[in-house]
């Protein structure tokens, strides 16, 4: 009886364990559903403004009238910023998309830039329009290669949820699905030699038209360049031995000689691009499988604020902050002699799981840094602020240098004030009261952003 018994329970047992597994299974194919349709969501989407970003650049080479081209213009700006939003949501690892998200972020800011010339009524000349075909070009070799991912997908042979374990390393050795090789092929091959765009704007690319002027001190080694990543990263110190690989001839911003350094262990892989010269980081990114978010935006904030202090920035302040699907990248500003000093600015990720940095952008800095006299303060913060609109309520003013054209700096009176709730920043000179500049800050889930 006893053993019919124990047999019984066995058998429960061995029941239940199988009914057990099958609701496992069944809610990770739910997920995995789940994730995939986000994704693919994410992809149409992007697909969809890519093609209409097109079709307009094109309608706005054609066009002679100055009022169709405003409208073009400010249509095209708003494509191009959503079609990267959705690239963003892609489950394809951030190197590989970032020439590619670099160009849509181009495309709709220079064509704010062009949209600002237009309203004011001045006509676009030629080196303009051909920038517009130069884009138009690319973006139609864009759209295409997105057709050909797109049938891909709808075939069956790309599956977003592979491409993301992909992302986290999860897949066997060697394996890299067809889908991740076509975005690396887009980035490598369409995207690598990007046209230099020349315009007012803060993703202008006037940099890599500089020298860098923050650069000092002597040459390093290959060696000496592995020491400066392993002293930089935010790993802790847990008796991992790194393997490490070095690139001699890197050249981030097209003028800084540089290391190219590759280190990995059983949990993460370091990127960097150390100068040769002076030994400095230009950037640097940690690639691991980000856990789900713990921590608030504000407190990785704070984490970007510490890290840099550490790093001998002591009085950088937080500036704009971009709220990623698991991390945070916060721009900080370096102060000097209480003025803020937006071409030295510097971006750090950080992870939102564990508070981690895992990302790290100093090319500004390097461009940019160097021993400034500032000029003479001939308008007074009252008689700046006379000059605002009287409908704009100030609550926050300061002085700030602030980049205009490639090599031109020019040192203003910053104010930050509402109007109609909504948040804008007026910069005007301190030199002859002119305004420079003006941001209205959009505040929505995934962070600040000026345009």
Known sequence: MRNRILTVLAGLLIVGSVFWGYQQNTQRQRLDNLLNSRYQQAFFNLME????????????????SAQQRTALLSDIWYEANVAQENLNQLPVAQPILGQTAKFLTQVGDYSLSVLKQNEQGKALDDNQLDQI??????????????????????DGKL??????????????????????NSFRAIDQELMQDQPVLIYDGPFS????????????????????????????????DDGQNWRSMVKKDSNPGGKIPAYAVQMENDHSQVIADVSKKGGKIVWLTINRSIGKPKLKPETARVKAIDFLKNKGFENAKPSFMKINQRTVTVVLVPQQKDILIYPDQVKVEVA??????????????????????????????????????????????????IPLRPGTEVLTWEFRGTYKGDTFFTYINVENGNEEQIFQVITNDNGELAL
């Open 49 to 64: 403004h890519v093609e209409q970003s097109q079709v307009l650049l094109a309608k706005s080479m054609v066009t002679n």
């Open 133 to 154: 075909t130069s884009l138009h070009n690319r973006m139609l070799d864009l759209t295409r290669k997105l057709q050909k991912i797109r049938a891909d997908v709808v």
């Open 159 to 180: 599956t977003w949820t592979e491409i993301k374990k992909s992302s986290q390393g999860n897949l066997p050795e060697g394996k890299v699905p067809e889908g991740e």
């Open 205 to 236: 690319d006037h940099l890599e038209l500089m020298q860098p002027k923050g650069l000092d001190g002597k040459d390093i080694t290959e060696e000496e360049a592995q020491d400066v990543v392993r002293q930089f990263i935010d790993v802790p």
């Open 352 to 401: 939102l799981d564990n508070g981690q940095v895992v990302g790290y952008e100093a090319l500004g800095f390097i461009m940019a840094n160097h021993d400034r006299e500032f000029p003479a303060i001939k308008v007074t913060k009252e008689e700046a602020q006379k000059k605002l609109n009287d409908q704009l309520e100030i609550n926050r003013s300061k002085l700030a240098l």
